[in-house]
Every structure is written in structure tokens, then in C-alpha cells.
């Protein structure tokens, strides 16, 4: 797997975790941190070693995509360390900037569990059932939003599936939508994640 190891001083790194990692203007206000990488990030005056390892990533729509990358921070001298996976989409000619979140590592045992759910909801709907008429299935929502506004939804309309990733709260051309055999390859990419980061030492 490709790292990078990346070090900067408290100031640029305030900047980061507004823009970079929440895809806000440096002209927009400062949001209040919501997940304990945002609040290591925004500390002052302190030296942070930011760990990133890439996993993989999961295809969207007219060539869209969202990257999976494990994600721990340090300081020098303090033995504390913080665990989570950004969520990155990428620029592409549609759209004007590089959006991107943060889940905290104790979220995403959570997030796998509802990717579960709404992964046996396909297999459900999908499996044949004589005394189901396509006009009287509903139509269903199933979503999941973390505390930093990462949210992953599923909208089934009779047997039809529509998936949604929403990176950044921060940003409206944050979403990235997809289908829905990629729904199982963000279930394992975050599986991934949640083992590379247990070998990091999060817990």
C-alpha cells in the first residue's frame, strides 16, 4: 500500500482540516470540530505528524470516484495518537475542487454494520418474489451520516438501487453517486481501512 508521511506546522494544518480535509473556502468561517481528527488538527502552536496509507477506491458515476485512505495522527513528544479513514473525491472536469472527509476510528464499526444492512436490503429485493408486483414495492431510503457529516445512503424505488456517498458537509458537489455493485467494494475498503489502522495501534 502507498504512505505518505506528512508534516507541517499547526497554522497550515488549521488551514487543513477546514479546507483540505472539509473542502470549505479559507475565506468561509472556521466550522466547530466534530471528530477528534478535526480537533487534533485545529490545535495551535503544536508540531502534527499526519500518517496517511492509501486502500483503494470505489468507481462512481461519469467517471467519478471516491478514495479510501487510513489516517493517524501524531504529535512530538506526546504519546497520544488519532485514527480514522479520509474520504476523498478527487477534482474532475466537472466539477472545481478536491472534496474530502473524516471518520473517526471508533465510527466505523458503526458505518460497517449500516453497509451491511443496506447491502442484505439489495440482496432482499433482488431475490424473486412471486407475490410482489414491481408497482407496490416501496420506495426506501436507508442512510448514515457520522458525526464529522460523512454520509453513505442507499435509495431503493421497487427493485432499483441508487447509492450515495456524501464526503463533505461542508461542500454541495461533495456527493459522489454510484451503483450499486460498488456498494460491497466501500463495505470492504472500509473493512481494510479498520484492519490497517488496528495494525497501526488504534484500538
Known amino acids: ?11 497550515a494544518l488549521s488551514l487543513c482540516a477546514s479546507s483540505a480535509v472539509c473542502g470549505q473556502s479559507p475565506n468561509e468561517p472556521e466550522p466547530v470540530p466534530a471528530t477528534r481528527l478535526e480537533k487534533f488538527l485545529s490545535r495551535k502552536s503544536l508540531l502534527v505528524i499526519k500518517e ?5 477506491a470505489v468507481p462512481g458515476l461519469q467517471g467519478s470516484e471516491v478514495r479510501i485512505e487510513a ?16 474520504l476523498v473525491r478527487p477534482v474532475t472536469r466537472k466539477e472545481a475542487g478536491e472534496q474530502s ?3 473517526d476510528f471508533d465510527e466505523l464499526d458503526s458505518l460497517q454494520g449500516a453497509l451491511d444492512h443496506m447491502l442484505r436490503a439489495v440482496s432482499e ?9 414491481e408497482s407496490v414495492l416501496p420506495s426506501v ?14 435509495v431503493q424505488t421497487g427493485r432499483q438501487f441508487t447509492c450515495q456517498l456524501q464526503v463533505s458537509r461542508a461542500a454541495q458537489d461533495g456527493e459522489v453517486t454510484f451503483g450499486v455493485g460498488a456498494l460491497g467494494r466501500l463495505r470492504s475498503l472500509i473493512a481494510e481501512a479498520r484492519e490497517k489502522l488496528a495494525d497501526l495501534g488504534a484500538k
Open 1 to 11: 500500500m502507498h504512505k505518505s508521511v506528512l508534516v507541517g506546522a499547526a497554522l
Open 52 to 56: 496517511t496509507h492509501f486502500i483503494g
Open 71 to 86: 489516517l493517524a495522527l501524531s504529535a512530538p513528544g506526546e504519546r497520544e495518537r488519532v485514527y480514522g479513514v479520509r
Open 101 to 103: 472527509g473524516i471518520i
Open 125 to 133: 429485493a433482488k431475490a424473486p418474489d412471486q407475490s410482489a408486483q
Open 141 to 154: 431510503e436507508f442512510a448514515f451520516t457520522t458525526r464529522g457529516g460523512v454520509r453513505a445512503a442507499l
